[in-house]
Nanobody, 128 residues
């Protein structure tokens, strides 16, 4: 079972910043589409951001647009999610995901069922 590994979560005060990273230690996904989703207890998993493989087109949820930036590092088979101006509504477990094909439409990017590979999640807690 291919696993993605997320790291960089933690606790921060509102207005602060965090960077999440995700890598695939066992497989080369450097040319694929990657995404981040988040989930809070009792709620469905919510799309955060995605980046395509070939063109590096990015998609963002409206709630994070202008505050979060998703980028990729081909050499490290890794993506980084830079989160700024965090608020308590950003508190969640954040999951990294990969789609085996390099390209995604915006509709596909926002659908968790598009992605075949997932990490186990990392907690982000924003306090007021």
């Amino acid at each position: 079972q291919v696993q993605l590994v997320e790291f960089g979560g933690g606790s921060v005060q509102a207005g602060g910043s965090l960077r999440l990273s995700c890598t695939a230690p066992e497989r080369d996904f450097s040319g694929r589409a990657w995404a981040w989703f988040r989930q809070t207890p009792g709620k469905e998993r919510e799309f955060v951001a995605a980046i395509t493989g070939s063109s590096s087109t990015t998609y963002y949820a409206d709630s994070v647009k202008g505050r979060f930036t998703l980028s990729r590092n081909y050499n490290k088979n890794m993506v980084d999610l830079q989160m700024a101006a965090l608020n308590t509504g950003d508190t969640a477990v954040y999951f990294c995901a990969v789609h085996y094909l390099p390209e995604l439409s915006s509709t596909q990017a926002m659908n968790e069922h598009t992605y075949e590979f997932w990490g186990q999640g990392t907690q982000v807690t924003v306090s007021s």
